[in-house]
């Protein structure tokens, strides 16, 4: 009886602690009920500055949810975006599959998969949505989505456009020896990542 009783009762913790914990949010299963994404994220439309909370307000849920938790944005790596100004242009899913097909996406041609047939003009940028169980940060825009029309690279003079300046700017292989490295071949880059940052026609002489 006791042996039982020490099996049963962490069982029983586990089971009221999993009825406490908040389930992940579905924009899956959101998106099944026809809901449409300014219905939740209502403030979207008229946001002029990246520091605007476009995450729902609680009491969009409540029709449905009698408990709602909403968290708090995630930290930008941007310092500048306007909801409002990108929304009144329309899907650009278009766009981004026609710089793919020109070879002018300079991302991976597969991130941009989905573009052209979103649904919606939030979808467009915000890709994987209707199978999405659980915000992960991959439905957010690629950097390269945004390169298709702010197409002007001049490292490190664009980047500091639309991102504020800091250490965060270089990828974490960028350390101090990586001159040397990658000019050695030790480094072993995919040079196709560089193009996000650098576009495709940097010179060396570009940097150094």
Same mark, same amino acid.
């Given at each position: 009886?006791?042996? &039982?009783?020490?099996?049963?009762?962490?069982?029983?913790?586990?089971?009221?602690?999993?009825?406490?914990?908040?389930?992940?949010?579905?924009?899956?299963?959101?998106?099944?009920?026809?809901?449409?994404?300014?219905?939740?994220?209502?403030?979207?439309?008229?946001?002029?500055?990246?520091?605007?909370?476009?995450?729902?307000?609680?009491?969009?849920?409540?029709?449905?949810?009698?408990?709602? &938790?909403?968290?708090?944005?995630?930290?930008?790596?941007?310092?500048?975006?306007?909801?409002?100004?990108?929304?009144?242009?329309?899907?650009?899913?278009?766009?981004?599959?026609?710089?793919?097909?020109?070879? &002018?996406?300079?991302?991976?041609?597969?991130?941009?998969?989905?573009?052209?047939?979103?649904?919606?003009?939030?979808?467009?940028?915000?890709?994987?949505?209707?199978?999405?169980?659980?915000?992960?940060?991959?439905?957010?825009?690629?950097?390269?989505?945004?390169?298709?029309?702010?197409?002007?690279?001049?490292?490190?003079?664009?980047?500091?456009?639309?991102?504020?300046?800091?250490?965060?700017?270089?990828?974490?292989?960028?350390?101090?020896?990586?001159?040397?490295?990658?000019?050695?071949?030790?480094?072993?880059?995919?040079?196709?990542?560089?193009?996000?940052?650098?576009?495709?026609?940097? &010179?060396?002489?570009?940097?150094?």
């Amino acid at each position: 009886m006791i042996i &039982r009783k020490a099996l049963v009762l962490p069982a029983l913790l586990a089971a009221a602690a999993a009825q406490e914990a908040p389930r992940p949010f579905s924009h899956k299963l959101h998106l099944e009920l026809k809901l449409e994404c300014v219905s939740c994220h209502s403030g979207a439309p008229k946001s002029t500055r990246v520091e605007d909370n476009n995450l729902p307000n609680p009491e969009a849920c409540r029709p449905c949810h009698e408990k709602v &938790r909403i968290k708090e944005p995630r930290p930008h790596l941007i310092n500048r975006f306007n909801h409002s100004r990108h929304l009144q242009l329309g899907s650009v899913g278009p766009v981004i599959a026609a710089a793919v097909t020109a070879e &002018r996406y300079l991302g991976a041609p597969g991130s941009a998969s989905g573009a052209a047939s979103a649904a919606t003009s939030c979808e467009a940028c915000h890709r994987g949505l209707r199978a999405s169980d659980a915000v992960t940060g991959t439905e957010f825009p690629q950097m390269a989505d945004c390169l298709v029309c702010h197409s002007k690279v001049e490292p490190p003079f664009s980047c500091e456009y639309c991102h504020s300046p800091g250490p965060h700017l270089k990828p974490a292989n960028h350390t101090a020896d990586f001159i040397d490295l990658h000019s050695s071949g030790k480094a072993r880059l995919d040079k196709t990542t560089c193009a996000v940052c650098h576009g495709r026609k940097f &010179r060396c002489l570009g940097c150094h």
